[in-house]
């Protein structure tokens, strides 16, 4: 397949080897496909690339343009594609069921659904075994707010700031990012400060930012709260992992004062961080209600909430029902990927990849000023872009510039943080050593070349 770039500097980055031809393209090109979407889609602000991006096939982590031209994947479709595009065990699974049974509701009984929510209960730690399957994050997430309302007959819900939990109208009130937020009435939502180390602050100092939480508590509600909710590396605003220690203290806050903790496990789930399967595990913390989404389904639109049976009874005062949650295809398809992630090691690899692609970003701060944190654990690496590091004054249009560059090379990444200073490198758990490596050496010529 084609390499990065048709031109012969000796230093150009080159994508890995991959021995895979994608499909000959007959379809629609670039221009045609993006007039229809600017005539028939919504607008959005979210980012595009400037010249439109059109792309055809998914194999592993790469992807493939209209004319053939392969790019690594270094994003997975928003931190989504865990296995790999078109896995080969996940697609056969999903064909397989396809072919018996595409819908059934929860009024009649079938195994697909049944042998997931059994295979996901066994991956969570203490009373967590009882499981709900929704559509998507903030679908999860709703449900989570919820379960959280009813169960303490509170209503209050805290979150952190820099916090993204969805975009409907009640997780809009969680996540607390201005770039995602509409002037809709919230609800009782508190956003606390956010322990981030780099720009928080108290720093890393857990113990502080923890008291904060309290005198919000105290100061700002009844004394009782419903809940509270957090990512343990938050994804869209620019995978910061929070202070360590900072969860245990809080989750001990919050039972205090009669709420229950949730942890939204959206990105950082499934082995993802590469120390543990779940990320609320890297802070020593076991929730009462968990949200998932992104990775669970490789790509299916495919959520779950997870709780105990405790909090689970609750539902029951009302019929707890949506259509198509469970359905068997991508049932069929997310206990495949639990099975794919299991049986090829993806955990221990995101560790091994993950802090190799660490180390070496580090080291890279010593040659580019502009670099002014590397963060994050196995394949959610964080990488935010300042034009003065003690002021950490945030780079955006040099990040704007280096997002286009590093397609050019032909690696594609994400991009995040309230100020889009931050680009995101969590690709399909495939991602090799070379893949990383190639990540970096991109990431030194563009910013050389800016
Ligand atoms: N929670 C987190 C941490 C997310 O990153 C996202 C999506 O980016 C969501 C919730 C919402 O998920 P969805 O887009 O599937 O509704």
Known sequence: TTSASATHDAHLPLLPAFDYQPQPYKGPLADEVFAKRKKFLGPSLFHYYQKP????????????????????????????????????????????????????????????????????????????????FVNSGSEANELAMLMARLYTGNLGMISLRNSYHGGSSSTIG?????????????????????PDPYRGVFGSDATRYAKEVQDHIDYGTSGNVAGFIAETIQGVGGAVELAPGYLKLVYDIIHKAGGVCIADEVQTGFGRTGSHYWGFETQGVIPDIVTMAKGIGNGLPLGAVVTTTEIASVMAQKIQFNTFGGNPVCSAGGLAVLQVLDKEKRQSHCDVVGSHLLERLKSLMHRHEIIGDVRGRGLMVGIELVTDRKEKIPAKAETAVLFEKLRELGVLVGKGGLHGNVFRIKPPMCFTKDDADFVVDALDYAISTL
């Open 53 to 132: 991006l059109n792309i055809v096939e998914g194999k592993m982590q790469y992807l493939f343009d209209e004319s053939g031209r392969r790019y690594l994947d270094a994003f997975a479709g928003i931190v989504t594609v865990s296995c790999g595009h078109c896995h080969p065990e996940v697609l056969n699974a999903i064909m397989e069921q396809g072919k018996l049974l595409q819908h059934a509701t929860t009024i009649y009984l079938h195994h697909a659904i049944a042998d997931f929510a059994e295979a996901l209960a066994s991956k969570m730690p203490g009373n967590l075994k009882v499981v709900y």
């Open 174 to 194: 969680l996540t607390a990012l201005n770039t995602w937020k509409y002037p809709i009435p919230e609800g009782e939502i508190h956003h606390v400060i956010n």
